[in-house]
């Protein structure tokens, strides 16, 4: 059984750094793309940075201050966000292609606010 599980989110003051963390586990598994996406209520969840084999993107809106990087040893890929702003706040959610399916995480919750 695949999971993934997302961590290092809370409340941080705008200009504050965070580092979010989602390790995929499971048996015998072979983890491709890895990504993350944020969603705000009443929105449509929003693609954030992405990372393969052959290099990361970053969505239209979270270019510059987010950073994607993996682990491949521990299946586990990271969100650096630094100088945060209030409009940063959403529910950050990571997702796996894991042997041809993709998973998602149940997402950990950014509060920028002072």
């Known amino acids: 059984q695949v999971q993934l599980v997302e961590s290092g989110g809370g409340l941080v003051q705008p200009g504050g750094s965070l580092r979010l963390s989602c390790a995929v586990s499971?048996?015998?598994?072979?983890?491709?793309?890895m990504g993350w996406y944020r969603q705000v209520p009443g929105k449509q969840r929003e693609y954030v940075a992405g990372?393969?084999?052959?290099?990361?993107t970053n969505g239209a809106d979270s270019k510059g201050r987010f950073t994607i990087s993996r682990d491949n040893a521990k299946n586990t890929v990271y969100l650096q966000i630094n100088d945060l702003r209030p409009e940063d706040t959403a529910v950050y959610y990571c997702?796996?292609?894991?042997?041809?399916?993709?998973?998602w995480g149940s997402g950990t919750q950014v509060t920028v606010s002072s």
């Open positions: 997702s796996a292609g894991v042997d041809g399916d993709i998973y």
């Open positions: 499971g048996s015998r598994i072979h983890v491709g793309a």
């Open positions: 990372i393969t084999s052959g290099g990361t």
